[in-house]
């Protein structure tokens, strides 16, 4: 199925332009929803959820689909999971063909990302060194992880087993209510581990 995803950030704005463009394009279902990029999307969430495998998802551009460039990394690595196909009609991207130009798009995305990635815990990591100067820094303990104990051990346990049998990241939210970056958080650290 055709999917099509029209977004706008708030409820002055209007989705005609987008609909206009993802019916001629052939969707069969257009799912429009408005909502700033950085809040919860429920439509958008719902529609990751009933993507299956062939499907194709549809919209203007890559920044309807995500509050940073990590996160519309997140969505496309969760579309290539379910072996679904993402279509963007801006920047001409097509997942589902074996496109030199969409694959330049998507690793420029994934390099920036990491690059963002980086910089956020550099920044994180030299506001943490000034917070601990002043002795205002109490530091986070994290709950999912190895050696984690009672109820966030069974969680930790529950994602492993179901990031081992390449479920995907959306589905493992969705059954333990785990945040979707927590759950990555949990899967970079496997990766880690098998290098």
Known sequence: MIFGYARVSSNEQNLERQIRELEGYGCEDIV?????????????????????????????????????QIHILQVIQELR?????????????????????SDLIVSIFSATAEFERKMIKERQREGIEIAKKKGAYKGGKKRYYAGAKGKDKVIYDEVVRLLNQKESVMNIHRRTGLSRNTIYSIKDELKEKDI
């Open 81 to 101: 999971e379910k072996k679904a196909g993402l279509v963007t009609l801006k920047e001409r991207i097509d997942t589902r063909e074996d496109n030199p130009y």
């Open 32 to 68: 429009i929803e408005k909502e700033s990029g950085v809040m919860e999307r429920p439509q958008f969430e719902k529609l990751l959820y009933q993507i299956r495998k062939h499907d194709v998802v549809v919209c203007h551009d890559l920044t309807r689909f995500g509050r940073s």
